[in-house]
């Protein structure tokens, strides 16, 4: 007996015994015992012994039973690899669609020619962090670049600030997006500086209007470090960009993917940054050891960091139009430096604070760096 005959005797075709174009059986569909007999009576490749109408209906079933299975095993040889082709043309259309392309290579060019030692959070250790007296600091001390970041009060007033809370750095208490901006006037941001500039004089916190313009009038070239995913902020950011024309001064980076398609999805223009370390979503510290989570939700977390760094070195920059990878300064290498350049990014580490890490960064790896010490700045200098 040929295959085909075979076939033909499993599945339902279009009638013709000789056809070799199967269709698969409506197993939804009732028959009778008789019937099913009747129409399988004639066919060589099975022979119906019906003794009581009991045991012709059970093998019935059987039988039909085990002609869908076959039928869809066979359907499934010949059909299925061709959907499953179109699983991975259905990710790169969407992937090519949905993607953010890098900036102009002329202002991402012309802000990397300036770049080399970047203040973070100012100058830290010698005036508090995000006030304008670091800014001012880090300025004198060599530093070509400030880091700062960026949160929103609760009537959406963007400020200078790096925690969620006022409590580690100020004389008040309470989350910043549960802070009107008009409460921040009597906000001391040096009241908790372990060395402080005088009696503990009254420093405010800066807006970010406030601290962008002084930047733009000192030629100081800025990286807004963002951690609030909020789409007001980015909205916000694209307006001040476009209003100050930063194009070429100021890079947006964040932790958070989405702040950073967000923003480059707003406006194509703007230079933006992804920043990571190693387990930044399973633990809230650089040592691992003070876990986000507990239980599930912390193994949960620990494959998404793995997926993570896996994207990182992969599609994710690509898909996110990053131009720049702000990485911890333990990953960097030599090998991940030549493949992100490769890719046509840049790579800045943080945050580096020896004078032989500073100057191996800048001398053999060529890459900008963010430091709390921008006061070393000159060592590295004149040691070339």
Not at 24 to 50: G, L
Not at 221 to 230: A, C, G, H, I, R
Not at 250 to 267: E, G, L, N, Q
Request: net charge neutral; proline share 3%.
């Amino acid at each position: 007996m040929r295959i085909r005959d075979c076939c033909n005797g499993l599945l339902e075709g279009n009638g013709n015994k000789n056809t070799s174009v199967y269709e698969i059986p409506d197993f939804r569909e009732s028959k009778s015992a008789v019937n099913c007999a009747r129409r399988h009576s004639t066919s060589d490749s099975w022979v119906f012994s019906i003794s009581s109408g009991f045991s012709s209906q059970l093998r019935c079933r059987r039988k039909n039973s085990m002609q869908d299975t076959i039928g869809f095993f066979i359907y499934g040889i010949f059909k299925w690899p061709n959907v499953l082709l179109l699983v991975p043309l259905v990710f790169y259309a969407s992937y090519s669609a949905l993607r953010n392309h890098p900036s102009r290579s002329q202002n991402k060019e012309r802000f990397f020619k300036g770049f080399a030692f970047g203040g973070h959070r100012g100058s830290p250790t010698i005036e508090p962090e995000n006030t304008m007296a670091s800014m001012i600091q880090a300025k004198k001390e060599g530093a070509n670049l400030i880091e700062f970041d960026v949160s929103l009060t609760k009537d959406g007033v963007p400020v200078i600030l790096h925690d969620d809370t006022l409590d580690r750095t100020t004389n008040k208490s309470g989350a910043i997006r549960d802070t009107l901006f008009e409460d921040l006037k009597d906000v001391n941001a040096n009241a908790k500086f372990p060395r402080k500039t005088g009696a503990g004089a009254f420093m405010a916190v800066p807006t970010m209007d406030e601290l962008v313009r002084w930047a733009k009038e000192n030629n100081m070239k800025m990286l807004f470090d963002v951690k609030d995913s909020d789409t007001v902020l980015a909205d916000r950011l694209a307006a001040l960009f476009h209003e100050l024309d930063l194009y070429d001064s100021a890079i947006v980076c964040s932790f958070f993917p989405s702040v950073i398609y967000r923003v480059k999805r707003t406006d194509q223009k703007i230079l933006t940054g992804l920043t990571w370390r190693r387990w930044f979503i399973s633990y809230k510290d650089l040592e691992a050891k003070e876990p986000r989570f507990s239980g599930f939700k912390h193994y949960l977390t620990l494959v998404a960091d793995v997926l993570h760094v896996w994207g990182i070195n992969t599609w994710e920059p690509s898909f996110l139009g990053a131009d720049m990878i702000l990485t911890e300064r333990r990953e960097i290498s030599q090998g991940f430096v030549n493949d992100q350049r490769a890719s046509g990014r840049e790579v800045c580490a943080w945050t580096v604070n020896e004078v032989d890490e500073l100057r191996w960064m800048h001398n053999q790896l060529q890459i900008p760096i963010l430091t709390d010490k921008s006061f070393l700045i000159k060592d590295v200098i004149l040691a070339n």
